[in-house]
T-cell receptor
């Protein structure tokens, strides 16, 4: 079982809203990732958590705030987003940083 | 120079033919190499991983790695319409971050 579950599947928000994306895995993986993917482009790494600690922040604007409450759960808190932030947000997990990453189905975000 | 480069697409092949996808990478210290398939509107799905020089076969898919040439490829034999997708080459660097190529879109003509 390599299932990574992301909710919601779709999200529409205004520029003044606050929303959160959720990612969950029950495979015992200790590394979790957030990626952003624009249409016809490859995924771009945003954040990496390893053993529930933020390991990598790829200079992401502060309007994106990650949180890892426990080893199975990863959140991405969104606040004051811009229309150009509209994209597919992908969560991935791996057993450890050096192992294969498995992706969730993604959350398609539209910022109006 | 981009970290990971893939042959430009789109690639159109007839059903039953071999689709050949190529990828080169710039970081000579890279150790892990992956091919992901992404259907339109869906998330990337791992189809192959390869870590040592040579060939690795899994069903109709064969990955080939040549670290000296910094080159990794994917062959899809007996291509089916269901293989029509974008194929992403991904390379893990020493800091374990995945760098993705731009992707090659494959269309299999029935």
């Amino acid at each position: 079982d390599t299932e990574v579950t992301q909710t919601p599947k779709h999200l529409v928000m205004g520029m003044t809203n606050k929303k959160s994306l959720k990612c969950e895995q029950h495979m015992g993986h200790r590394a979790m990732y957030w990626y952003k993917q624009k249409a016809k482009k490859p995924p771009e790494l945003m954040f990496v958590y390893s053993y529930e600690k933020l390991s990598i922040n790829e200079s992401v604007p502060s309007r994106f705030s990650p949180e890892c409450p426990n080893s199975s759960l990863l959140n991405l808190h969104l606040h004051a987003l811009q229309p150009e932030d509209s994209a597919l947000y992908l969560c991935a997990s791996s057993q450890a940083l050096e192992n294969i990453q498995y992706f969730g189905a993604g959350t398609r975000l539209s910022v109006l | 120079q981009k970290e990971v480069e893939q042959n430009s697409g789109p690639l159109s092949v007839p059903e039953g033919a071999i689709a050949s996808l190529n990828c080169t990478y710039s970081d000579r210290g890279s150790q892990s190499f992956f091919w992901y398939r992404q259907y339109s509107g869906k998330s990337p799905e791992l189809i192959m991983s390869i870590y040592s020089n040579g060939d690795k076969e899994d069903g109709r898919f064969t990955a080939q790695l040549n670290k000296a040439s910094q080159y990794v490829s994917l062959l899809i034999r007996d291509s089916q319409p269901s293989d029509s997708a974008t194929y992403l080459c991904a390379v893990a660097n020493n800091d374990y971050k995945l760098s993705f190529g731009a992707g090659t879109t494959v269309t299999v003509r029935a």
